[in-house]
T-cell receptor
C-alpha cells in the first residue's frame, strides 16, 4: 500500500540529547513537510523540502534540522537547542496539486 | 505570516444535529482545504475547494469556498458519534506550504 510512515509512534528524549524522527513515503511525492502540533494550536511548519538535497526553513525552524538525501525520506532531528520539544510531530507530502497527505505522527516527550 | 481564524473553538452537540464551522482570513487564497484529525493520528483530507463560490459535498459533509476568497465554511449534517475529532481549515501558499486554523474540536453525544 502507498502511504506515509512515521516512526517511532512515541519517542522519549533526555535533557541535552538529540533525537531523530523518521518520515518515509512511497507515493513518489516530490515535496515533504514537517509540522509541529501543540494542544489547542494548529499545525506549525518546521521545515519543508520541494526536491532532493534542498530544504527550506518554516515558521519555527530553530532547534531543528533536516536532510533530504532521498526522495522517499525526510528525517527531522530535534536538537538540544530546542528547549520545548514536547509536541506531536507530523510529516506530510504532496505532488502536483496543493493537497497534502499526512503520516500518523510521532509524539515526543521529554524525560 | 498569514493567519486563519477558525471558529468555533469547540462544539458539544447531540447525535443527529447539524454542525457549522468557518474559517476566515485577511488574505485571499486560491484553495481552501478541510481536514479532520482523530486523537493521536495525522489529519485526513475531507474536502478541497479550488474555486470561489464553489460548493462541494462529501457524504454528510458540505464545504463552501467564500465568494471573497477570504473565507470557507464546513457543514456536517445529521452528526454521528464517529464525527468526533478536530476539524482544521488550511490554505496553501505558492510553495504549497499550508497555513492552518487552530481547529474546531467536535464532541458528539449519543
Amino acid at each position: 500500500d502507498g502511504g506515509i510512515t512515521q516512526s517511532p509512534k512515541y519517542l522519549f528524549r533526555k535533557e541535552g540529547q538529540n533525537v531523530t524522527l523518521s518520515c518515509e513515503q512511497n507515493l513518489n511525492h516530490d515535496a515533504m513537510y514537517w509540522y509541529r502540533q501543540d494542544p489547542g494550536q494548529g499545525l506549525r511548519l518546521i521545515y519543508y523540502s520541494q526536491i532532493v538535497n534542498d530544504f527550506q526553513k518554516g515558521d519555527i525552524a530553530e532547534g531543528y534540522s533536516v536532510s533530504r538525501e532521498k526522495k522517499e525520506s525526510f528525517p527531522l532531528t530535534v536538537t538540544s537547542a530546542q528547549k520545548n520539544p514536547t509536541a506531536f510531530y507530523l510529516c506530510a507530502s504532496i505532488t502536483g496539486g496543493e493537497t497534502q497527505y499526512f503520516g500518523p505522527g510521532t509524539r515526543l516527550l521529554v524525560l | 505570516g498569514q493567519q486563519l481564524n477558525q471558529s468555533p473553538q469547540s462544539m458539544f452537540i447531540q447525535e443527529g444535529e447539524d454542525v457549522s464551522m468557518n474559517c476566515t482570513s485577511s488574505s485571499i487564497f486560491n484553495t481552501w482545504l478541510w481536514y479532520k484529525q482523530d486523537p493521536g493520528e495525522g489529519p485526513v483530507l475531507l474536502i478541497a475547494l479550488y474555486k470561489a463560490g464553489e460548493l462541494t459535498s462529501n457524504g454528510r459533509l458540505t464545504a463552501q469556498f467564500g465568494i471573497t476568497r477570504k473565507d470557507s465554511f464546513l457543514n456536517i449534517s445529521a452528526s454521528i458519534p464517529s464525527d468526533v475529532g478536530i476539524y482544521f481549515c488550511a490554505a496553501p501558499d505558492k510553495y504549497s506550504t499550508l497555513t492552518f486554523g487552530k481547529g474546531t474540536m467536535l464532541l458528539v453525544s449519543p
